[in-house]
């Protein structure tokens, strides 16, 4: 995610070869998650085309309990936004429940900002919450038992053990709003946030959209592959 949005990078016929070094990379994350990273880079927008591949020879440090909490990810459709807004309060203290983890382990990442504004109300009637918003640059604090809200893009660095997507399906995963914009940058730029929001997680990534919009074609890739579980909100909440 370090390559700026819309920018095609360098190829290896751009410069002269003078040495070529190729590592084996030890991922933060479970195997499942990683692997959901590996196919969403692998999606169609060439995310890492001009660079080393970091997952060609990755590794994860999970201990074996470590790897008895982990599982696929899923995608939860729900049938609309009321629906899937309540769900994540579900999320949330089942994976507090299942993984015996605090609120400051947890972020809910929103791919649109009504979701975001109608979240937040939802959230902060029984939780407490940190806003982590660059216009005010505010950042996780450790100790303090705050669930994260954010956009994606506000992520970079940061780490949690359950990351829970919200708003991720067709028209709002790519955002089909804006005609002015080129379809293929705006392809690339959702597959850039998917991977950046997917790769903060440690155990658990959660993916929320509806049935009226549709399964993002974002995600097409990865639910073919079985890196992403898809499943309907009536079979949990």
Avoid at 56 to 81: G, H, R, V
Avoid at 86 to 92: A, K, P, S, T
Avoid at 131 to 142: D, F, P, T, W
Wanted: proline share 2%; net charge neutral.
């Amino acid at each position: 995610y370090s390559q700026a949005i819309g920018d095609r990078g360098y190829s290896k016929d751009t410069y002269p070869a003078i040495f070529s070094q190729e590592y084996g990379l030890v991922f933060r994350n479970s195997r499942q998650i990683a692997e959901l990273c590996a196919s969403i880079t692998a999606s169609g927008a060439t995310l890492f085309n001009a660079f080393i591949n970091p997952y060609k020879y990755w590794q994860t440090s999970f201990t074996a309990k470590e790897e008895e909490k982990c599982d696929i990810p899923i995608l939860y459709m729900f049938e609309n936004d009321q629906n899937m807004l309540q769900g994540i309060l579900i999320e949330v203290q089942n994976s507090m429940t299942a993984y015996q983890i605090q609120e400051n382990e947890i972020a809910v990442v929103f791919f649109s900002e009504d979701l975001l504004i109608a979240g937040m109300q939802i959230l902060q009637e029984k939780y407490n919450c940190n806003y982590i918003n660059a216009r005010y640059n505010v950042r996780k604090e450790q100790g303090k038992r705050e669930i994260t809200i954010t956009y994606p893009e506000y992520l970079n660095g940061l780490e949690y053990s359950v990351v829970i997507l919200v708003g991720v399906d067709e028209g709002r995963v790519p955002d089909k709003s804006s005609n002015d914009i080129n379809m293929n940058f705006i392809k690339f730029s959702a597959l850039n946030k998917l991977y950046l929001a997917c790769s903060r997680a440690k155990y658990r990534v959660t993916i929320m959209g509806t049935n009226g919009r549709g399964i993002s074609s974002c995600l097409s890739y990865s639910i073919e592959h079985g890196t992403l579980s898809v499943k309907q909100s009536r079979s949990r909440f």
